[in-house]
């Protein structure tokens, strides 16, 4: 199994990224994926989750109303579009695949992350 992250970058504050996550070896349209990011000297937070059909999202509060998880299940892709990012939001962003078809907290998939920073 590989999850690919990538699209991060240095931004300015206020500006966009988008993040996708490539998946392989795994039954991708069966599985709930997320993103979490880890900051240097925190811990890691969960930052959005989507269910295997898409309809269904949930998102931390820190991120709500800022960005949007999304996947296309026909290119074994998860996507993150940030916007008006934060210095806050500087991290390393990782993807997940959940054990689940719905959205819960279980993972066994992980990503090797992919390094966004906010920075005027």
């Known amino acids: 199994v590989q999850l690919v992250e990538s699209g991060g970058g240095l931004v300015q504050p206020g500006g966009s990224l988008r993040l996708s996550c490539a998946a392989s070896?795994?039954?991708?349209?069966?599985?709930?994926m997320g993103w979490f990011r880890q900051a240097p000297g925190k811990e890691r937070e969960s930052v959005a989750a989507?269910?295997?059909?898409?309809?269904?999202?949930k998102y931390s509060d820190s991120v709500k109303g800022r960005f949007t998880i999304s996947r296309d299940n026909s290119k074994n892709t998860v996507y993150l579009q940030m916007n008006t990012l934060k210095p806050e939001d500087t991290a390393v962003y990782y993807c997940g695949a959940q054990t689940t078809v719905f959205i819960s907290d279980a993972y066994d998939y992980w990503g090797q992350g992919t390094q966004v920073t906010v920075s005027s």
């Open positions: 989507i269910g295997y059909s898409g309809r269904m999202t």
């Open positions: 070896g795994l039954m991708f349209s069966v599985r709930a």
